[in-house]
């Protein structure tokens, strides 16, 4: 599917595009205008509310509007429910309704779709789904659209798109706008078949329904797809790929994110990994963006049946896409072929956000049953085998915190006056060795450290200078019966590599007698070695650790 332009991404369609349709539907439509500004004026003041410009346009073009199943609520019409009745009703319903909404449609059942008026015309005014019984404040409300103008453009094009197996006879399926009527055909029938609300819930689909999504950062959209299982052949089928251009986040950007999406989500309803599109997908073909992404890193797709991606080409794209390091794929092909862990749970792991891609190389590297430790297999009944897992996610844990801390750049205001920016972290080259549980880090630009022992201020690793930290995720049983073996390892590892080296630690260790700690210092310091004390516990970490095991017993469905 071509790339939507700059103004479809958002979905924000203008005044001219939305006429065009509101006139195709000819006599079926029925409105009440035009109205005189004045009427308008009279709701704003009696309500102390603003209303948008294009909402107020509507209304003194059309007044109300009716057509199929979708009813406006305007002014003018008579024996019927006014914009003012409906703003009565909606305050009367709850003492807490919020007074900036103001309702547009009635969806049944209490529910209203409502416009959040702002005090600043200027400001965006979105669409809010609201139980009239259940009053919740304008942030908790589920966002249905960006604008009342994109909220009436979803309805009309909902009730006017054809089904799916009408579109596929029209040779226009690599059109923006056959591919969006697909698309809101299936969330049509996706909200008539299950109601469901973010904030109310309702009756979630199964993986055998068309489930339409549409992923967004922030209010950037980067593409809609359509999914379901196919129970009977086993693969993921997708009736809609449709991306957005979003230069800001470089080229095939829309197609990137869409794709992790689908192939997260062949692995999550438990086929074969193998994606089947429908006609309305490009005439059944893979997208060309999506066969343009696989290139770019040497993957040909459909290269047995056009318009399939199989389940090992599939696999490939979702590693090379997840970016494991060339060590960490031939480790994990390795695993595959004795039967100790898939390459598909690796990378689902880190596209779900369970792990990060740095904590699962800990753990595929260092671990003897990672398979275990992924898939939440050991229960804590099974006391041996849920303390290596545990041992290891903890360590897992607290080297992605050590590194958060260590990678994210420190800024300071003009006033001196210390502030974060988000995104905004170093590049550092960081590597495993899992014999010696040792992580690697080299940066071109100077790293501070933040938690070592005993210093008051920070100490600096100099740009382009490899250090080691030797990650010990010990209790205070453990470290007092390991530690001074663990600093002489890393003195040997600092005079083997001639580079910096530090043994990190859970906060357990200043818990523990202050005599001892002098010992241990005392050792370190003659050593060079420098202690870095992590701000949690072991138990602190484990609670984490054991939600994250419990998350992967429940992921693949």
């Given amino acids: 599917m071509s790339s939507m332009d700059k103004e479809k991404a958002s979905f924000r369609v203008t005044r001219p595009e939305l006429t065009r349709l509101i ?6 439509l029925i409105h009440f ?27 003194e073009i059309y007044g109300a509007l009716t057509v199929k199943d979708v009813s406006i609520i305007g002014i003018g019409v008579k024996n019927a429910l006014t914009v003012s009745d409906a703003i009565l009703e909606l305050r009367l319903a709850h003492n807490d309704m919020p007074l900036e909404l103001v309702p547009i449609e009635e969806l049944g059942d209490g529910y209203y779709a409502c416009i959040v008026c702002q005090r600043e015309r200027s400001k965006p005014a979105p669409v809010v789904i609201v139980n009239a019984e259940d009053p919740k404040s304008i942030s908790e409300l589920p966002q249905i659209a960006l604008s009342f103008q994109e909220y009436l453009w979803n309805r009309l094009v909902a009730i006017s798109s054809p089904q799916p197996e009408e579109v596929s006879n029209k040779n226009v399926r690599d059109t923006f706008d056959k591919a969006w ?24 689909p199964r993986n055998t329904d068309w489930r339409p999504y549409r992923y967004c950062i922030q209010d950037v959209v980067f593409g809609v797809t359509v999914v379901r299982h196919d129970q009977e052949g086993n693969f993921l089928q997708i009736d809609v790929f449709l991306t957005a251009d979003v230069p800001e986040y470089g080229p095939l950007a829309g197609a990137r994110a869409l794709t992790a999406f689908l192939l997260s989500e062949a692995y999550k309803c438990g086929g074969t990994m193998e994606l089947r599109f429908t006609k309305n997908v490009e005439g059944g073909q893979i997208p060309a963006e999506l066969q343009g992404l696989a290139r770019q890193y040497g993957i040909q797709l459909g290269q047995k049946i056009k318009g399939r991606i199989e389940p090992a080409e599939a696999k490939a794209l979702y590693a090379a896409m997840t970016g ?43 671990s003897e049953n990672p398979e275990s430790i992924l898939g939440g297999q050991a229960k804590p009944e099974q006391r041996h085998l849920y303390h290596h897992d545990l041992l290891h996610a903890r360590a897992a844990l607290m080297a992605g915190m050590f590194e958060r801390i260590m990678l994210q750049r420190e800024r300071q205001s003009d006033d001196g006056v210390d502030f974060d920016m988000e995104d905004d972290f170093r590049k550092v080259e960081i590597s495993f060795d899992g014999q010696l549980y040792t992580k690697y880090y080299h940066c071109s630009e100077p790293i501070e450290l933040a938690w070592l022992y005993g210093i008051d201020i920070k100490q600096s690793i100099p740009e382009n200078i490899l250090f080691q930290v030797l990650v010990r995720a010990r209790d205070q049983a453990d470290l007092r019966f390991h530690i001074t073996a663990d600093i002489q390892t890393a003195a040997k590892m600092k005079a083997d590599k001639n580079a910096p080296a530090f043994l990190l630690v859970p906060r ?46 429940v992921l693949r469905q």
């Fill in 23 to 28: 006139n195709s539907f000819d006599k079926q």
């Fill in 33 to 59: 205008g035009p109205r005189a500004s004045a009427e308008i004026i009279e709701i704003e003041y009696a309500f102390d509310i603003n209303l948008p410009e294009d909402y107020k346009q509507f209304l």
């Fill in 181 to 204: 009527s697909v698309f809101m055909y299936h969330v049509n029938n996706f909200q008539n078949k299950h109601s469901y609300d973010h904030a109310k819930g309702g009756k979630l």
């Fill in 324 to 366: 494991f390091s060339q060590e960490l794929q031939n480790h994990i092909q390795l695993l595959e072929k004795v039967g100790k862990l898939q390459m598909a749970r690796a990378c689902y792991v880190v596209h779900h956000g369970v792990w990060s891609k740095e904590q699962l190389e800990m753990i595929v590297l260092g």
């Fill in 508 to 553: 357990d260790f200043i818990d523990m007698p202050k005599d001892w700690i002098s010992q241990i210092q005392s050792k370190a310091a003659q050593a060079g070695i420098g202690i870095l004390v992590c701000p949690e516990s072991a138990n602190t970490l484990d609670v984490d650790a054991n939600q994250r095991l419990a998350t992967s017993r």
